[in-house]
Nanobody, 121 residues
Framework: QVQLVESGGGLVQAGGSLRLSCTAS????????MAWYRQAPGKQRELVAI???????NYAESVKGRFTISADNAKNTVYLQMNSLKSEDTAVYYC???????????????WGQGTQVTVSS
C-alpha cells in the first residue's frame, strides 16, 4: 500500500507565497510521475503542475511563471512553490502520483487527502 501525505497549506494574503509538500510512503518500487491538482468550490478538479521521472515538468497556463514544481527523489517528495498568489488560487490542493510497488508492476494512481489553500484579497 502507498500513502501520499500533503502539508503546507494555509491562509495567505494576495501576492504572498506558500510551499506545499507531498511525501509518498509505503511499498514503493518506482515513481513515474507526481502532480498537483486543485479543486475550488463548485469547480472541477484541475491539473496544476506535473513532474515526470527524469525531471520534465508541465504547468497549467494560469500558474505558469508563478508556481514551480520540484521533486526530491531520495525523499519521495514533491513540492509546489506558489508565488504571487491570487484569490483565484484558493482551492483544495491534492497530490497525485503514479507509483509501482514491484518490478513489472505497471503502477497505480494515488491521491493525497488534500490541503486547503486560501488566498485573501
Amino acid at each position: 500500500q502507498v500513502q501520499l501525505v500533503e502539508s503546507g497549506g494555509g491562509l495567505v494574503q494576495a501576492g504572498g507565497s506558500l510551499r506545499l509538500s507531498c511525501t509518498a510512503s509505503g511499498n514503493i518500487f518506482s515513481i513515474y510521475a507526481m502532480a498537483w491538482y486543485r479543486q475550488a468550490p463548485g469547480k472541477q478538479r484541475e491539473l496544476v503542475a506535473i513532474i515526470i521521472r527524469g525531471g520534465s515538468t508541465n504547468y497549467a497556463e494560469s500558474v505558469k511563471g508563478r508556481f514551480t514544481i520540484s521533486a526530491d527523489n531520495a525523499k519521495n517528495t514533491v513540492y509546489l512553490q506558489m508565488n504571487s498568489l491570487k484569490s483565484e488560487d484558493t482551492a483544495v490542493y491534492y497530490c497525485n502520483a503514479d507509483i509501482s510497488s514491484s518490478m513489472g508492476d505497471t503502477g497505480y494512481n494515488y491521491w493525497g487527502q488534500g490541503t486547503q489553500v486560501t488566498v485573501s484579497s
